[in-house]
């Protein structure tokens, strides 16, 4: 029997992004969203965009490959990168992965995902030395202007809690998409879960002040294709940001489905950790 991939491949993943230059969408980074809003008082040079945000919590070969999809289309995006063992950072002679080199080549911006507060066991101080350091090493290799939180799911702490004693903008950081984008007027998507409308067995990856909202407006999709539909017919609002994790995004049979396996699990510890807490 012929293996069915219709969602989370590189096709409907290339589909996607044309479905929303179609419609009239400027794909943009973060941080080029940050500066159009600061230098033009407020105001994008396209009445509708969105914000592409992918964080690299694994596999940054798959990273690549969306970057050129992207960079093919004349999309742009912001890729950030978690740091350490835990990360794409690895190994006793620290060094940059090729595949982030070449991202940054295509004109993307690279970006720290930081999850400090996790990594260093909840000691504020700690986390931001710890902090410091991987921002200056990435930025040996680009100019980092923005960072973003990871979620760490099986960690007790927020790793914005960093933020409650220390600023990033001391430090030449533009933005955090947490915590610097005005989700009044943005409308965000995430395929955290291996679906879009996975807040449900998220931990932090969700906006909670406004989720309840856009689901009440029926702003919520199950599967790729379903979102598309809805971007054809008009149905998704004129400013969005659309997080995606490179690493579920494959046309490798193989390791498609050993994603989708790996993501139902995680979803079930999701699910009992939030009903734990």
Same mark, same amino acid.
């Given at each position: 029997?012929?293996?069915? /991939?219709?969602?989370?491949? &590189?096709?409907?993943?290339?589909?996607?992004?044309?479905?929303?230059?179609?419609?009239?969408?400027? #794909?943009?980074?973060?941080?080029?969203?940050?500066?159009?809003?600061?230098?033009?008082?407020?105001?994008?040079?396209?009445?509708? $965009?969105?914000?592409?945000?992918? +964080?690299?919590?694994?596999?940054?070969?798959?990273? &690549?490959?969306?970057?050129?999809?992207?960079?093919?289309?004349? *999309?742009?995006?912001?890729? $950030?990168?978690?740091?350490?063992?835990?990360?794409?950072?690895?190994?006793?002679?620290?060094?940059?992965?090729? =595949?982030?080199?070449?991202?940054? *080549?295509?004109?993307?911006?690279?970006?720290?995902? $930081?999850?400090?507060?996790? &990594?260093?066991?909840?000691?504020?101080?700690?986390?931001? =030395?710890?902090?410091?350091?991987? #921002?200056?090493?990435?930025?040996? !290799?680009?100019?980092?202007?923005?960072?973003? /939180?990871?979620?760490? @799911?099986? =960690?007790? $702490?927020?790793?914005?809690? #960093?933020?409650?004693?220390?600023? !990033?903008?001391?430090?030449?950081?533009?933005?955090? @998409?947490? &915590?610097?984008?005005?989700? =009044?007027?943005?409308?965000?998507?995430?395929?955290?879960?291996?679906?879009? +409308?996975?807040?449900?067995?998220?931990?932090?990856?969700?906006? @909670?002040?406004?989720? +309840?909202?856009?689901?009440?407006?029926?702003?919520?999709?199950?599967?790729?294709?379903? #979102?598309? +539909?809805?971007?054809?017919?008009?149905?998704?609002?004129?400013?969005?940001?659309?997080?995606?994790?490179?690493?579920?995004?494959?046309?490798?049979?193989?390791?498609?489905?050993?994603?989708?396996?790996?993501?139902?699990?995680?979803?079930?510890?999701?699910?009992?950790?939030?009903?734990?807490?």
């Amino acid at each position: 029997m012929a293996i069915q /991939m219709k969602d989370f491949t &590189l096709d409907i993943y290339r589909e996607l992004l044309e479905t929303l230059q179609k419609q009239g969408y400027e #794909l943009i980074s973060y941080a080029d969203y940050l500066h159009q809003m600061s230098n033009d008082k407020c105001q994008m040079s396209n009445d509708k $965009y969105v914000i592409l945000r992918h +964080d690299v919590d694994a596999k940054p070969e798959n990273s &690549l490959k969306t970057a050129q999809i992207e960079h093919s289309l004349g *999309a742009k995006a912001s890729y $950030y990168f978690r740091t350490g063992e835990t990360g794409c950072y690895k190994g006793s002679k620290l060094s940059l992965p090729e =595949s982030v080199r070449a991202i940054a *080549a295509l004109g993307h911006e690279i970006g720290y995902h $930081y999850e400090d507060m996790s &990594l260093c066991g909840g000691d504020i101080d700690t986390a931001w =030395s710890h902090f410091k350091i991987w #921002l200056d090493y990435c930025r040996q !290799y680009y100019a980092v202007e923005t960072i973003c /939180m990871h979620g760490a @799911p099986t =960690s007790k $702490y927020d790793s914005k809690d #960093l933020w409650q004693k220390y600023d !990033y903008k001391k430090l030449d950081i533009i933005g955090e @998409p947490y &915590l610097d984008t005005d989700f =009044s007027d943005v409308f965000y998507l995430t395929d955290t879960g291996r679906c879009w +409308d996975g807040y449900k067995v998220s931990v932090r990856d969700k906006i @909670p002040s406004y989720q +309840d909202e856009w689901t009440a407006r029926g702003l919520t999709w199950h599967t790729t294709p379903a #979102l598309i +539909d809805a971007i054809r017919q008009g149905k998704i609002p004129a400013h969005v940001m659309i997080t995606t994790h490179p690493q579920r995004w494959t046309n490798n049979p193989a390791a498609w489905w050993k994603e989708c396996v790996m993501q139902n699990a995680k979803n079930i510890i999701k699910r009992i950790l939030i009903k734990t807490k």
